[in-house]
């Protein structure tokens, strides 16, 4: 028998929740955004399951190729378009759909020879993130460059990307939806906005294709809220069980640095996983984990292998029981805010010594 620790990753949620999407923003075209390995869950068997989605969104060729090489043949879409020019060829090959943010890439694509390349680009505005984009007054000469560019075919639109729309009372959502408006040449140009906060909290950002990300998986993009108000289903439960069970004495100190000490003679729990499973080096004693399905709290330092939990309320719990450390029955969001940490954080740090298996139904 091998180490425990696993991320099972429910394929039938992860459709709900691309489901929840859709109902929100039903005349869409919906970019599936499954970048950084599907925040952590697999890009792969994400896209499989995914058939639903118009067009995959990731960060790079090579997330894209990896899918390609998989045998994936939707639309996929570079969000960082591209690096160097020396990806166009295989950007081109591999029918992927780009970003164009930056004067560099224009000019890039500018130069490129005459009817030897047609790449669909949709040109990036940057209407207050201040990361990626043209700024608003750049767009109507940009715009105007692409569209008489051999190398872009078809021009896909306008994109921009909110900053501050995981809180429903900023304003910033609402100025970067005047600013994208007022640089809209003509009101038939196809726009995408929205992300995940977007498209459940901020109806006017819904333009003509929105791009879901952590939705996807089963977390809400609002601050304070979980998925389950939003009716999403958490996607991957890492989870993994007890290895040692002891009773300590009042007084002992456990684990590295001695931070926790017992208040009493009580039974404490070793958990087979650590930091160097991804679990958050920073989560405090006092965050929750659920042992045999109920809830106990972690105490002590989180070292690169085990965890130590606090088993007073299951002094019977033994070598084997299984343990939830996020996922169904326990939201990474409410992990994450023990560790100071958000839920993309946690999924995408999973490391590769955790076993993925996917279940579906
Ligand atoms: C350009 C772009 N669109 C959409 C998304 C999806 O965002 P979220 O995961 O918050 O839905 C991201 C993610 O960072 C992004 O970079």
């Known amino acids: 028998m091998s180490r425990a ?27 599936a955004i499954i970048k950084a ?14 058939a639903d989605a118009d067009v995959f969104g990731v960060a790079c060729l090579e997330e894209a190729l990896s899918l390609r090489e998989a045998g994936i043949d939707k639309p996929i879409l570079l969000l960082e378009g591209f690096f160097h020019t020396d990806e166009l060829p295989l950007i081109q090959r591999q ?6 943010h930056s004067e560099r890439q224009l000019e890039a694509l500018a130069s490129l020879p005459a009817q030897a390349f047609s790449i669909p680009a949709w040109l990036k505005v940057d209407t207050g993130m201040h990361r990626l ?4 007054q750049a767009v109507p000469a940009a715009w105007q460059r692409l569209a008489a560019c051999p190398a872009v075919a078809p021009l896909l639109g306008l994109m921009t990307h909110l900053a501050n729309a995981d809180d429903s009372g900023d304003d910033t959502t609402r100025q970067q939806l005047e600013s994208l408006a007022a ?81 009493e003679d009580m039974p404490v729990g070793v958990v087979a996983i650590g930091y160097g499973d991804g679990y958050p080096r920073h989560a405090p004693s006092g965050t929750p984990v659920l042992v045999n399905g109920r809830r106990a709290a972690l105490i002590g330092r989180v070292s690169m292998d085990m965890i130590c939990v606090d088993l007073r309320d299951q002094p019977a719990a033994a070598v084997g029981d299984p343990v939830t450390l996020w996922g169904a029955g326990l939201p990474a ?27 579906d139904g």
């Open 5 to 31: 620790a696993r991320a099972v990753i429910d394929l039938s949620a992860l459709r709900h929740n691309f489901q929840q999407a859709h109902r929100a923003a039903p005349q869409q075209q919906l970019i």
């Open 95 to 100: 029918k992927l759909q780009i970003v164009v």
């Open 133 to 136: 984009g043209v700024l608003p």
């Open 183 to 263: 640089v809209r040449p003509d009101p038939s140009i196809t726009v995408s906005i929205a992300n995940s906060a977007g498209i459940l909290a901020w109806p006017a950002s819904h333009g003509d294709a929105v791009r879901p990300g952590i939705m996807l998986y089963g977390v809400s993009p609002m601050l304070g809220e979980s998925g389950a108000q939003r009716n999403l289903r958490p996607v991957m439960t890492l989870s993994s069980e007890l290895i040692s069970t002891r009773q300590c004495k009042k007084g002992d100190a456990v684990g590295y640095g001695g931070s926790w000490v017992c208040p």
């Open 333 to 359: 969001e409410e992990i994450a805010e023990c560790a100071s940490s958000i839920a993309y954080a946690l999924f995408c740090g999973v490391t590769s010594r955790v076993k993925k298996e996917t279940i």
């Open 37 to 50: 390995d599907a925040y952590g869950h697999g890009s792969v068997p994400v896209a499989r399951a995914l």
